[in-house]
């Protein structure tokens, strides 16, 4: 009988096959900043449909949306940054192919994450007052402070996800996790606004290794919001994951062109580098650059 | 990497440029702040805003435009500043309710009313042209002083009506209610041809200075709306010699200016 907390690693595919189409996933990081890519790949390849997707937005947003996975989009942006319009994603909104959109304010975004890891229905905000954010969301409802100043606020509904996906730099085998860039993003308020959260990570090492060469401070994630644990080197490729590497901004040019391409330029784009699994897509990434050189 | 050839002796010998007077304009926005954070969207909002601290303003707080608060003053995309402060995505929405920020955004549209869409183009259930999304703007123009700044000013930026309100102008913020209306503060918009606020009568956009080089019937020509026009248009300062020395010998040595504000 261990003594210890009971060990998460998980594989890819094991952790996308605990899905069911029509789920409420979000996804960590930031735009094209450590994102979750190698689960949103498998994502991506896999049969699950009619999916809700909260998140702010970048490449997993193009990619899921070019898949036809999206039924209902929550985002702030969608961007790629050093490009800063999203094609996949453009495609999907000019040609009305994501069937619900909810495009939010970012802090309005940030409260409805924080209001679900609260366990609350709504947070009151600002945010969204006099905007169209409101108008073309015309469920979100204001409230009135029940105070003397009676100002009414957006009533900025809870963002409850099913599962988070989230990519850190360092977890142990229980989910403890850290990030070692500048920016935490929110990925601790999407694993508490989930019912499961799965983390990626660049490394798995043990508890004691969490700690030894970096601040407490770093450890983002405790164990008890992580439902599971993959290593996968190179994961968030090919968005940021400083300091392991930074944006691959020539992969990137590649995938905005080819998303911004023809028919034919997406299938081969797909059938180099999305049709297999996640070492033939890290295999085919390694040949791409061989030929750059 | 260099579009144009600035000076690099004395700043003095070379004529003043457009995107020069547009950064001193755009410093002049944020000459008032204080003690806020200034955060500048983009290349000659940042130039502006560092302009700003080095000159007219010296307690502005700056950052590396990603997570890191900067205690100097360093060129456009330079790294290894000293930092004095950390200000990852979180923080700021915190700072932006705190109320002590001066954001400087893009804007694809923008209205009569000081309206500002950078969400999409067209109908928004199925855009002509779907554009970043709403981002932070909605929250800024609520919550703290809130300005524009477009590179190329024309009569599909400035129109009657923005087609999604991201940004919203004082008279949205008003028919909202006092919490959407309290802390709405449109301060400038600055383009490539002049500096503009939302004084007009009903809080409309007026003409405040039209850059040197340019007339009045100019913007007016380029401007999809009907301006408001004071009687007395004056021309926009040109920077000062030590301004035009710190952009072209320190902030952007490299002339990154000129790829969004073009030399004539």
Known sequence: MSRKPRDKRMRIDEVVGTLESGMTVGIGGWGPRRKPMALVRALYRSDLTDLTVVSWGGADVGLLARAGKIRKLVYAFVSLDSIPLEPNFQRARQSKSIAEIVELDEGMFQTGLRAAAHRLPFLPMRAGLGSDVLVNNPWIKTVTSPYDDREELVAVPSLELDVAFVHLNRADEHGNASYLGPDPYFDDLFCMAAKRAYVSVEQVTDTAGLTVDSPVQRLLLSRMMVEGVVETPNGAHFTTCTPDYERDEKFQKAYAAAAGGSDDDWQAFHDRFLAGDEASYQAAVRAFHEEQA | ?264
């Open chain 2, 1 to 264: 990497m260099s579009v144009s050839t600035p000076s690099t002796s004395s700043g003095t010998d070379a004529t003043v440029t457009r995107a020069d007077v547009c950064a001193a304009a755009i410093a002049d926005a944020f000459k008032d702040d204080g003690e806020i954070f200034a955060s500048p969207m983009g290349l000659l909002p940042m130039l502006g805003v560092r302009l700003a601290k080095l000159t007219s303003n010296p307690d502005l707080v700056i950052s590396d435009g990603e997570s890191l608060f900067l205690a100097g003053v360093p060129p456009l995309f330079a790294k290894g500043d000293v930092v004095e402060g950390w200000i990852p995505f979180r923080k700021v929405f915190d700072v932006v309710a705190y109320g002590k920020r001066h954001v400087m955004m893009g804007a694809t549209q923008v209205d009569r009313d000081g309206n500002q869409n950078i969400s999409a183009i067209g109908d928004f259930a199925q855009p002509k042209r779907q554009l970043l999304g709403s981002r932070g703007a909605p929250g800024n123009t609520v919550n703290n002083r809130t300005s524009y700044w477009v590179p190329r000013h024309s009569p599909r930026v400035f129109v009657e009506q923005v087609d999604v309100v991201s940004g919203v102008g004082p008279r949205r913020a008003k028919a909202a209610g006092a919490a959407a209306a309290r802390y709405n503060d449109i301060h400038r918009i600055v383009s490539n041809l002049g500096v503009f606020d939302v004084g007009g009568p009903d809080d409309t956009v007026r003409l405040l200075s039209v850059h040197p080089g340019v007339s009045v019937d100019d913007v007016v020509t380029q401007t999809g709306f009907e301006l408001v026009v004071p009687d007395d248009v004056p021309t926009s300062r040109e920077p000062t010699t030590e301004e035009l020395i710190l952009i072209r010998e320190m902030l952007d040595p490299k002339g990154l200016r000129f790829k969004e504000v073009p030399s004539d």
